[in-house]
């Protein structure tokens, strides 16, 4: 049932019917947006938790780094091309 038949159909309720309705949509509502708080104020505690970690150095960083990629898949085809050996745009002097 789409929306738009829902909507059609709501004629046909009785009053307390549709009452009862909006009753059951408005506590539902009233949770999602709760919900959402929560998932927000967890957001929240998560940045700052992100922000009272140590700042890593260049160093911690590149160990990190070379610890995730696995650097020996990469052969001499990797990066060919990747460099655009145009000069750039044509200048007029």
Do not use: Y
């Amino acid at each position: 049932m789409t929306l738009q038949e829902m909507i059609k159909d709501l004629d046909n309720l009785s009053s307390d019917e549709q009452v009862s309705l909006f009753n059951i949509l408005e506590d539902k509502l009233k949770k999602e947006v709760v919900n959402q708080q929560q998932t927000t104020a967890n957001n929240g505690d998560d940045l700052k938790a992100n922000l009272n970690h140590k700042k890593k150095d260049f160093w911690e960083a590149l160990q990190e780094f070379r610890n995730r990629v696995d650097l020996e898949s990469f052969d001499d085809d990797t990066f060919d091309n990747l460099r655009d050996k145009s000069p750039g745009r044509e200048i007029i002097l």
